[in-house]
């Protein structure tokens, strides 16, 4: 009885338009809820009656799924809140969105009915419509928004399904009509919807009939209204995502290069509307275009004309951070994608950049300032040497000790530092540079919350400087390195301290590591390997880490005189029980938890570090000719013990674990060899 009483009066409060009065609204909306609450509840039998459900979506659910007044007013005046609500899903206590809630608890129970009457509903509306679309669009745009609302997402997938309609007959008859309509400004909010319906229903088109569509979504970009062209460029973007059985990506470089100067130089121009010039939606649609396209000389030219014109726009007042985001993105993307195919481009790109780019660093842009050093890193990276005086402007500036003072610059300081070491090793080693590079060194990797960039700069350093330019300062580098391990010797340091040995080893000797860290202090080799290399060297993770470290330490156990005197088996066994453990056993089984370190806050305003995906460094491989680490350590192995018969069988049967020796045994028989 009460429950009846309940949708009756929650039925009057709609026919007596309570948008007019926020109490009531929000009254309505609670009912609402209620109702839904109770759809899904142990009292769900209270729905089970003739026509409930009918009469539940006939009097309480389309009288607020139909568009009101105020959003209409929304999505003319703002439209970024608009598409917050009817895109993105902050809608959530909308009438709109509770209506669709209270049907989708409905057929928890009932499904089968519920998809019945609103399927039945939908037929109505776009009956109405019909006649009179100029008047009656509402009824439509109504029906578009109850498919939308109510499919399903696949687990796992964007993919999505719906029992209410044929989705390619919808298409056909309903939504095809308005992207075809030659004014793209014409009832803008059913151009939004159709618009919304192809996004969200994109995998179900094949493919030759999406590129059909293709050129009327260009068009779209043209309309007027901010929510329509940002849909449509939402559209476009959330295509180029698609993918097909196997992962691999349904809609490729061919497919848009018929139209891609036209659909750039349409995105560019939205960005122009009123209101519109950090529009993320037309932001994000070009990174993803840029990302997918050949970009040529003819392409990349206004491209990056059109960037750098928004970018210097941005720079007088940053305000929408993911707008931001994505316009280095995209620029770093059109660098990278233009230079893979015509290196020739990058003097064209740096006259175009260099501006913004220096105008950031002068007037000191703390929000763009993590985005500029990645971007210059990338344009460094591209370069030949040697390096132009604008670069290398910058790379004094970059020594500044002033430049490392906000900590949310470390990364992409560490990241633009190495790409200098890399491209200009000579002239870090001129006019004392280097001995300011290891004093940038020293200061992060003293720090926990920095240490591993400051072990980034360290490696860059061994890995691509002579040796005879680094001997002089390896006394200091070893003194600040266990300084620190004895201060803070977190997992994190010793892994990285692992690495770091490792890549001296393969690099530079294992006589030169040892002799360097013994001027520390004598014989501390040996206690460092036996103490913090080999119970660490079983951690290590990465493809390339892993080969690196289990390489080294096979070299160190095969080659370093003070671990092959025999007064030192023990050490011996224990190194190669480690090497084992590291090359036979998954990471799960060798992984080991460490606590993350507290955020440190610093006083005043620090620049969040956000990484550009886009100008990312690749890790470069510093042993290419060695493609299987295991196969090197038991060859290794095998001729290490062909010199002394009988000596190592007894070591390893005496010093590694069980699980460990079969393991070895086995690789000995998968690669035919011999440990005498």
Known sequence: MIFGQVCENINLYMEKDVSKSPSRDQLATTAIKFLTTVSTSAHHALFAGENVIKEICQSIVIPNVSLREEDEELFEMNYIEFIRRDMEGSDVDTRRRIACELLKGLAANYKGQVTEVVSHEIQKLLSSFRPNPAVQWKDKDCAIYLVVSLATKKAGGASVSTDLIDVQSFFANIILPELQSQDVNSFPMLKAGSLKFLTMFRSHLPKPFAMQLFPELVRFLKAESNVVHSYAASCIEKLLLVKDEGGRSRYVAGDISPFLLQLMTNLFDALKFPESEENQYIMKCIMRVLGVAEISGEVAGPCIGGLTSVLSEVCKNPKNPTFNHYIFESVAVLVRRACERDISLISAFETSLFPS????????????????????????????????????????????????????????????????????????????????VLGIFDKLVAAPSTDEQGFYVLNTVIEYLDYGAIAPYMTGVWNALFIRLQNKKTVK?????????????????????????????????TTIVQQFWIPNLKLIMGSIEVKLTAVAATRLICETPALLDPAASKIW????????????????????????????????????????????????????D???????????????????????????????????????????????????
């Open 357 to 436: 780019l220096q105008m950031i660093l002068a007037n000191d842009i703390a929000e763009f300032l993590p985005y500029a050093f990645q971007l210059l890193a990338q344009l460094v990276e591209l370069n030949r040497p040697p390096l132009s005086p604008n670069y290398m402007q910058i790379f004094v500036l970059l020594l500044s000790p002033d430049s490392w003072k906000t900590s949310g610059n470390v990364p992409a300081l560490v990241r633009l530092l190495q790409a200098f070491l890399q491209k200009a090793p000579h002239e870090v080693t001129q006019e004392n540079r280097l001995s300011q």
């Open 493 to 525: 340091f010793q892994k990285s301290l692992v690495v770091f040995m490792s890549l001296f080893l393969v690099k530079h000797g294992h006589a030169y590591l040892a002799d360097t860290m013994n001027t520390v202090q004598p014989n501390i080799f």
């Open 573 to 624: 066994g224990a190194m190669l029980d480690s090497i084992v453990t590291l090359v036979s056993r998954p990471e799960q089984e060798r992984a080991i938890d460490e606590p993350e370190m507290p955020e440190i806050e610093n006083v005043g305003y620090t620049a969040a570090f956000v990484s550009l995906h886009n100008a990312g460094r690749r890790e470069a491989d510093p042993l290419p």
């Open 626 to 676: 060695i493609r299987d680490p295991k196969q090197f350590l038991v060859a290794s192995l095998a001729r290490l013990s062909a010199a002394s018969p009988g000596r190592y069988p007894q070591v390893i049967g005496e010093n590694l674990e069980k699980t460990n020796q079969a393991a070895l045994l086995q690789l000995c028989s998968a690669y035919n060899s011999i440990i005498v």
